[in-house]
């Protein structure tokens, strides 16, 4: 099951990239055996193939990668050739030189890979010739070119919704962080609550990472994208919310996590601990708000909410065993309301 499971993805291809792929081999194959018609454009195919990538920053990679591997390995090829032949052997050992160059300059995957497929191919079904080395090498321009223009010119794709989507998880999911943590304040707690009560909150750490791969992508689905100027306002506010709840996380975990380690029976009965799971449940209610934007079509009571956090919260002298809880939850709480309120009317 493990084998197999490498080879099927949880989700298919988008079909516009499949269209894509299909339409740039096609024109790559056409163009490439008008312009060079005594060999079957096989380099262009393979270009296009590879060229058309989810983003356009992704293509221009794959663009110079696949043309500077092909250019070396095309090279190589021809003076090997020319000057040993393209025996069976002949044909081994460059393959095997290949790797080892790509290797030693310390080439991308992309290029390290093509040059010695490159050699291969020339040495093996072509000719050593200068013309047939070049037009190889101007075949794969044309095939890369050529799916980097459709790359470009048909609906180049902006990740922005799973990104904001992502972040919005994260966000929500500290709040409920911050409400479990406000309730095992406010009553007793068994071993078993405490243990899933810090299980959970450790999941915000997958989450976050989760977050931060989905804002990658959309970065770069803007990069070189023609439409990526009117988006990136966008982009911009969900980078700066997740800045933001990096640093809850953080705090959400060790309020958590000092609950879990220096909880005991008696603790709900401390006045004070009260006052603190208080202010949980409205730092939570805020950063609900802090989530919200204009275009997300909340309810119209949930616009009309006002903050909570309006003043600092003042402590009376817990009892001495409950002093260290206190003391590390009240600092873990004031950096949680300067990361909220401050962003809040």
């Known amino acids: 099951m493990r084998i197999t499971a490498g080879l099927r993805t949880p989700r298919r291809l988008p079909v516009l990239q499949v269209v ?50 092909v250019i070396g390995g095309v090279v190589i090829a021809y003076v090997i050739g020319l000057i040993f032949g393209s025996s069976t052997w002949i044909v081994l050992l460059t393959i095997v030189l290949c790797i080892l160059l790509a290797w030693a300059l310390r080439l991308s995957p992309g290029s390290a890979n093509q040059i010695p497929i490159s050699a291969m191919l020339v040495l093996s079904i072509g000719s050593t010739t200068a013309e047939y080395s070049i037009d190889r090498i101007l075949e794969t321009i044309i095939g890369a070119s050529i799916a980097l223009i459709i790359n470009i010119l048909v609906v180049p794709p902006v990740l922005l919704t799973p ?64 439409r990526g100027a009117k988006h990136r306002t966008s982009l911009q506010a969900d980078i700066d919310l997740y800045e933001r709840l990096k640093a809850l996380v953080t705090r959400a975990l060790g309020m958590t996590r000092a609950v879990r380690d220096h909880y005991d029976d008696s603790l709900h009965l401390e006045p004070t601990v009260h006052a603190f799971s208080t202010e949980l449940d409205r730092a939570a209610h805020d950063l609900r708000l802090l989530l919200q934007r204009p ?23 817990p009892h001495p065993e409950h002093w260290i809880l206190i003391g590390s939850l009240m600092e873990d709480l004031r950096r949680v309301r300067e990361e909220i309120v401050s962003d809040l009317p």
Not at 21 to 47: H, K, M
């Open 295 to 317: 275009d997300d079509h909340a309810t119209e009571i949930a616009r009309e909410e006002e903050p909570l956090l309006t003043s600092p919260l003042i402590i009376a002298t």
């Open 20 to 69: 894509k792929t299909s339409v740039a081999v096609a024109l790559a194959w056409v163009i490439s055996q008008l312009l060079l018609p005594n060999e079957l454009p096989i380099f262009a195919a393979i270009a296009a193939i590879f060229v058309v990538q989810p983003s356009v920053n992704q293509s221009v990679g794959k663009a110079i990668e696949r043309s500077l591997g």
């Open 163 to 226: 990104a904001h989507d992502a972040v919005i998880r994260l966000g929500r999911e500290v709040a409920d962080t911050l409400d479990r943590a406000a309730d095992a304040l406010r009553e007793p707690q068994t071993n078993f609550q405490l243990e899933e009560l810090l299980l959970k909150a450790r999941l915000l750490r997958p989450m976050l990472a989760s977050a931060e791969r989905a804002i990658t992508g959309a970065q770069e689905s803007l990069t070189l994208n023609p």
